[in-house]
Nanobody
Framework: QVQLVESGGRLVQAGDSLRLSCAAS?????VGWFRQAPGKEREFVAA????????SYADSVKGRSTISRDIVKNTVSVQINSLKPEDTAVYFC???????????????WGKGTQVTVSS
């Protein structure tokens, strides 16, 4: 079973940039980032394919976010610039159990890291 641990979440000010990291216990296939704000459903943020050749971004962060991965270190990071109060949420990383792209079901999930953007 793949274990994922997110890090990097913290309190930041609107307009700041933040880089979140996801450390996996073993090599993974596609990895995605999701977020869930209080009272809201979990939503997709970004995803990256097995070797980083393909990426996908939600409209909410497109143009101000970059997802990348280090295959050797088994880590996936997402940077979000120009943070807004609306970006406040618990951010989760998740991995798929297969090679499908675009990714379908994400089978493994981390416990999340809190991002709070003050206005």
């Amino acid at each position: 079973q793949v274990q994922l641990v997110e890090s990097g979440g913290r309190l930041v000010q609107a307009g700041d940039s933040l880089r979140l990291s996801c450390a996996a216990s073993e090599p993974t296939f596609a990895v995605g980032w999701f977020r869930q704000a209080p009272g809201k459903e979990r939503e997709f943020v970004a995803a990256i394919s097995r070797y980083g050749g393909s990426t996908s971004y939600a409209d909410s962060v497109k143009g101000r976010s970059t997802i990348s991965r280090d295959i050797v270190k088994n880590t996936v990071s997402v940077q979000i610039n120009s943070l807004k109060p609306e970006d406040t949420a618990v951010y989760f990383c998740a991995a798929t159990g297969g090679l499908r792209w675009p990714p379908g079901t994400f089978d493994y999930w981390g416990k999340g890291t809190q991002v709070t953007v003050s206005s």
